[in-house]
């Protein structure tokens, strides 16, 4: 193997060793998506929390029965609107920080004062905002927002926009008056409707008997669309025929370059000068080109798919590629019979033998120099040339005693890949058993998941004796 092939096997490994970064760039983006995914939703459930413990306490709700859902609904509000924001990655928008519990706002959204309403009905709600601006009319004027339940908002918009005529047509008692009630509100008040806003909640959802159950079906909805964003990531992290043809186009290129410059010095070398180059000199350079082109989109796309899809390491799906290439050239010379079956035979293990190193060389520079492609060139290039003064300066005996090392080696790695299984299968045993142990410690039937938890235990390696067995083993533990 000459310079120029040496050349030749490191920009293969190259392109090879650059496919490889691009998959690993998106699995860390993933892992970056799903650590930080973590953080979302933990953000999400805590500001859940805070609102499952403000509603655990109505002792410190102001107002009666009848009224403390009032501030029931501005925590229902924050907390859920923050929850939903969060989950979703984005920063959370309300805050009671610098909010007075008798201020004219009831709590900001990245700093506009918000004051909500709710009342009995759609009419009462916006009396109640009527009544707030009469008692601060430069609320609106500092950018002030009013909000209300979203069942009363969606209501307030479908009459808003009817027209008198529309509204004369309304055969239903309660909502001809909701439209006169609107109607009139618009016109008394001197509010925008596009300073009044929807809440996350209707009405009903922020009732003392209802807003545990409001709760709990978002926390739900919180992971569900935390399952929803994670499945998200791991969808775009795999692997697309969009970036498969840009891996494609760009290997084209890269080898079809390479060989067109490695042609020209080849030409160099032999005493040629470029303006020398004749017409048939260029079409030479020009055919080699083509099929360099041809040979670096395969090998982009199979490294792209067998990186991807079968697993197989870049620098051995390289390989694989260029000693496909190799054999069937030998095996186009052999039907043409420029060679013997046995130089078919022989020239197709050499090529084999090359390309071998080359891969083998490639992951060794990549686990030395862990820099993306680098440690791939720079592993090829010095495998290549100790494997070129080995095939040329060793001796027979030599080659012998490294052939027979190469036979043991290979008789050892198989022996490892049995032990590998074997350890593989006792692993799995054990998760599956950790696993099922793991599912009875949280069984929602008390008595099983109790059982369950020092089963669990024990097979984590805690000791029996200080375990808590039974009742009595507690209450000696807790009285004593």
Not at 12 to 21: M, N, R
Not at 325 to 335: D, K, P, Y
Request: proline fraction near 3%.
């Amino acid at each position: 193997m000459n310079t120029s092939q040496t050349v030749k096997s490191t920009q293969e490994q190259a392109v090879a060793s650059w496919i490889d970064h691009l998959n690993h760039l998106r699995f860390d983006e993933l892992v970056n998506n799903l650590t930080q995914q973590d953080t979302n939703l933990e953000g999400a459930l805590e500001a859940l929390g805070k609102l499952k413990e403000f509603v655990s306490n109505p002792a410190n709700i102001l107002g009666n029965d009848l009224t403390k859902h009032g501030e029931i609904a501005e925590h229902v509000h924050v907390n859920v609107s923050n929850a939903r924001n969060v989950v979703e990655g984005l920063n959370a928008e309300y805050t009671f920080n610098g909010v007075g519990r008798l201020a004219p706002e009831d709590y900001l959204r990245n700093g506009t004062p918000i004051q909500a309403k709710f009342y009995s009905s759609t009419g009462n709600t916006l009396d109640a905002v009527k009544s707030h601006f009469d008692k601060y009319p430069e609320f609106i004027e500092n950018g002030g927002k009013y909000q209300i339940p979203k069942d009363y908002y969606d209501a307030f918009q479908k009459f808003v926009v009817m027209s008198p005529e529309e509204g004369g047509k309304l055969t239903n008692d309660e909502g001809r008056r909701l439209y006169v009630a609107v109607q009139k509100f618009i016109n008394d008040s001197g509010i925008d409707p596009k300073d009044i806003e929807p809440t996350v909640a209707n009405y009903s959802d922020v009732q003392q008997g209802t807003v545990n159950d409001t709760i709990k079906n978002e926390q739900q909805s919180i992971e569900e669309t935390d399952q929803k964003r994670r499945t998200q990531f791991y969808d775009e992290s795999k692997p697309t025929l969009h970036e498969g043809l840009k891996v494609t186009i760009a290997s084209s290129a890269i080898e079809g370059g390479m060989t067109f410059c490695l042609g020209v010095y080849r030409k160099l070398k032999s005493g040629k000068k470029i303006y020398d180059f004749t017409a048939d000199d260029w079409k030479d350079l020009g055919i080699d080109t083509l099929k360099g082109s041809g040979k670096g989109a395969v090998r982009g796309a199979v490294v792209y798919t067998m990186t991807n899809f079968t697993k197989t390491p870049a620098p051995i799906a390289s390989a694989m590629v260029t000693a496909s290439f190799g054999v069937i050239s030998q095996a186009r010379l052999l039907q043409n019979g420029q060679i013997t079956p046995e130089e078919f035979i022989y020239n197709s293990e050499v090529v084999c033998l090359d390309v071998a190193v080359s891969a083998v060389a490639s992951m060794m520079g990549q686990i030395l120099i862990p820099v993306p492609i680098l440690g791939a060139i720079i592993g090829n290039a010095a495998g290549m040339f100790m494997y070129n003064i080995a095939k040329d300066h060793l001796s027979k005996q030599d080659q012998k005693l490294i052939e027979e090392f190469n036979a043991d080696l290979h008789k050892h790695n198989e022996m490892l890949i049995v032990d590998y299984m074997n350890y593989i299968a006792i692993l799995e045993d054990e998760l599956n058993k950790f696993n099922s142990l793991t599912d009875l410690a949280f069984d929602e039937d008390i008595n099983t998941s109790f059982t369950g938890s020092i089963s669990l235990a024990i097979h984590s390696g805690c000791s029996e004796e200080d375990l808590l067995h039974n009742e009595e083993d507690i209450d000696a533990y807790f009285l004593t």
